[in-house]
């Protein structure tokens, strides 16, 4: 497991280096120029001059880049050019509000996907089979900001029952701050949630139809024991995969949430940073936002090969 670990780690630093190398050059490519965006029209020549000398941006592209990497390499982000702040320091400020909506929207994705797909495929080729598909797949297709407002528009304008934006405030009252980030979960939660509920069902229906199942039954094992003893059980270990992909979508999904619900966190501070062409803080937020993608697809893989032992016999025997 070691060596498993160790070798996964490796593969992550090619990656990493092409996500930096793609957002550096993407935000070199946008029209415009940074210095005068951030001066104003009222700035002369020099003083643009200046501040691009002072920015770095009068280099070459190439030298800028290294440079940057070379920060990088020693924990530096860089400094944001709007809000004059460390860019590390304005990742950790925004970081816990991504992380509870994240959270909260990967749980209502397990509570509703994983019981949906069980039921979809114990009632296989039934109305309520295709009613679990269809709502699946409408919950895939639907486009997150489009149920963002019309939860808004339902719960906090028309019935008033939860508030639409902000996140509240967690020292008043539990409730207070958890009533905030309802909406904009389920917003987040319902891709998710369709693809748990799917890949939930194939799994188990796959499982459902091995020999080891059928000897059960005939044995005359209780029906609940051979739906949740032994098939629940096995049809998971694959969904586990599935689950920590979806903790990585959610912090990309995370963007379009934040900015419709106004919810100050990694998403809303990189649509801020690109509107006001805030280069090091949108590099330094993608490079975090993709470290953090790779370590939780880390952290599946060996959570999987913990608790599926057909993984750790395939290793050994690719490495023996």
């Known amino acids: 497991m070691t060596k498993y670990i160790i070798k996964r780690l ?7 280096f092409f996500v930096i190398l793609t957002v550096f050059l993407i935000m070199k490519m946008i029209p415009g120029d940074p210095a005068m965006v951030l001066l104003g029209p009222q700035a002369g020549p020099e003083d643009i001059a200046r501040f691009r000398q002072q920015l770095g941006l009068d280099k070459p592209v190439i030298v800028q880049f290294f440079l940057y990497l070379k920060r990088i390499l020693t924990g530096d982000l860089g400094t944001s050019l709007v809000y004059r702040q460390d860019v590390l320091s304005l990742i950790f400020e925004r970081l816990p509000t991504t992380i509870i909506l994240s959270i909260c929207a990967l749980f209502i994705a397990i509570v509703i996907g994983i019981p949906a797909g069980i039921l ?16 699946s797949l409408i919950g895939i297709s639907i486009p997150i900001f489009w149920f963002g407002m019309v939860l808004i528009i339902i719960f906090s304008l028309q019935l008033g029952w939860l508030p639409a934006v902000g996140t509240g405030d967690f020292s008043k009252s ?26 939930t069902r194939s799994s188990m229906l796959e499982i459902l139809n091995q020999d080891y199942i ?3 039954y005939a044995k005359g094992l209780r029906r609940h024991l051979i739906l949740y003893r032994h098939a629940l059980r096995n049809a998971l270990i694959p969904v586990i995969t599935v689950i920590g992909l979806q903790l ?3 912090l990309a999904g995370a963007v379009l949430t934040e900015t419709v619900f106004a919810l100050p966190g990694l998403g809303k501070l990189m649509v801020d940073g690109i509107f006001r ?11 975090f936002t993709a470290m953090m993608y790779i370590f939780v697809n880390l952290a599946v893989d060996i959570t999987y090969a913990f608790i599926n032992p057909k993984v750790r016999q395939t290793y050994r025997g690719v490495t023996g």
């Not at 979809?120 to 709502?135: E, P, R, Y």
């Not at 805030?278 to 490079?287: A, R, T």
């Open 120 to 135: 979809a495929a114990i009632k296989h080729n039934s109305f309520v089979d295709l009613l679990v598909t269809s709502l």
């Open 277 to 287: 062409r805030d280069y090091m803080l949108v590099q330094g937020e993608v490079l």
């Open 10 to 16: 490796l593969q992550a630093i090619p990656t990493l």
């Open 174 to 199: 539990i409730w207070d701050g958890l009533s905030h980030f309802i909406l904009p979960s389920l917003a987040l939660g319902i891709l998710s949630t369709g693809t748990i509920a799917r890949f």
């Open 214 to 216: 059928r000897t059960a």
């Open 248 to 250: 990585g979508n959610l």
